[in-house]
């Protein structure tokens, strides 16, 4: 046996014992007054414990407390656990197209908490970070501290200017290297899609290394500017530069055995990702940690103790009835420690396969115990994550407590529920409601995203509605207009057939008239194209000012994107 804390012994034995010193030889008022021989024919004998003997008892009490926090155990043990995980690194698109706010609230920012979110929910990743615009940079090498990832994406400084455009090719290079000693090779994008319009050559790279190129893009189709800090960005011409989703980088994906998906307010995007990951590839052992197994011997000593105190702070009258008082004590003590412990272990089977993500089982075991709020609130979150979310908001609104915790706790899922089932006016008043009650920045988050939701649903309708009216009046117009031609020709040709009873002397001086009118037109046609050739042939040869950077890889190709963001 041995103890785990030993400091506790010393620490809390010396001053307990000084403290037990000080009480046993306190007198009370009357022995500071009478003698000893005095206070024993005032005394009245009893048989019950006396305040020196209940001191004993609550000292030997401490004594065994004290002992049992020291944490004594025996047959020590060490077992190596292996862990397997799957490796991936993640490319951020770090260019000034990812700055555009199509997405709220920006794409990068988009892009950052979609990486938060895959940290959060992926237990069974070894992953690496790259930072990549025209050139890329590691921000992490592979690892599964996921506490330090999340520090260290937390505390980047996105609005760095890391370099303009977006060198796709330089990402996969990178990430290769962090990848050259792994079989499994698996890459994950975050990207509006660059400016290339083919990534023949990408895609042979990533073949030639066996990459596995998964693409998540953050980017709309509708053409947005590049908000700077004076305005906007402008192009090369001049005119406020406009950038949208750029599709032809699904091809490297879908080129690679890989998979390509556009970005979704909730974790859809991240988790059929992973869970593809998770089929294809083999999970390979990362590390093995030893950990030590005891067999725990404290509950001994605190049970002793407990039982002490019961005596000192009970009254005795006789032997006889005390030992009755006892078998019936310690009868009910075991009846409600053996439910207790069943209780605890249905309790910890469900949570263990809540987090091993058996949903089904988890679910089957927290039903058992939807007599409590605390159990109808498990129960939800375990049919939440079955994908039952009617079944789940039944169970949420079966919740009624007056603790604040959970009742936000509640809110906050019942939100998330309602934006499963796609009422988004229903889940924002529910991220509302949580928010008066607690501040949370995982909330406020939420509920901005399905204020953003619920504007481009609006716009969208909006839209549609004014397409609709417009493409009405237009019918209308030509309809008129079709009707007045007609009119106006009809009018024509009647006045056609009065002047045609002129005479043809006044005809033939008319086409003449004509002929020469028309001749001259032609001339002066011909003249303006000849002007307009010598003016273009001129801005042909003039050189235009291009934005030029150099690629630090080992493609020596000059990019040749007239986009430079």
Known sequence: MQFLYPNVLFLML??????FFLIITQKSKFEKIFNQNVLNKLTISSSKLTKKSRNILLFISLIFMIIALSRPVSNEKEQNIQQELIPIVIAIDASKSMLAQDVYPSRLKMAKKKILDLIKSSKQLSIGIIIFGESSFILSPLTNDFLSLNFLIENFDYNLNISNGSNIFSALEASNKLLKDYKSKNILLLSDGGNANEYQEEIEYANKNDLNIYTITIAT???TPIPTKDGYLNDIDGNIAMVKLNENIKKLSLNTQAGYT???????????IINDISKKTKKISMEVKKQKIYTEL?????????FILLIAFSSLPSIKS??????????????DANASILDFNTIKEATKAYNSKDYATSSNKFKDFISTNEGKYNFANSLYKEKKYESALKMYKDITTSDDSLEFKKLHNMGNTYVKLNDLNSAKKMYENALKIKDD????????LVKKALENKQNKDSKQKQDNKNNKQEKENKENKNNSNNKEKSKQNK??????????????NEKKDNKEASQSKINEDLLSNKEEKKWLNLLKNQKTPILLKKVETKNNSENSSSSPW
């Open 322 to 335: 005390f030992t009755k008082a006892s078998v019936l004590l310690i009868g009910l003590c075991n009846i």
């Open 221 to 223: 189709n509708d053409p």
């Open 262 to 272: 556009n970005y979704t307010l909730n974790n859809d995007d991240i988790n059929s």
């Open 441 to 448: 920045k995982q909330t406020k988050e939420n509920l901005e």
């Open 298 to 306: 404290f509950y001994y000593p605190l049970g002793f103790a407990l």
């Open 495 to 508: 006045e056609n057939s009065t002047n045609n009873k002129k005479s043809k002397d006044s005809k033939s």
């Open 14 to 19: 010396i001053p307990s014992l000084i403290l």
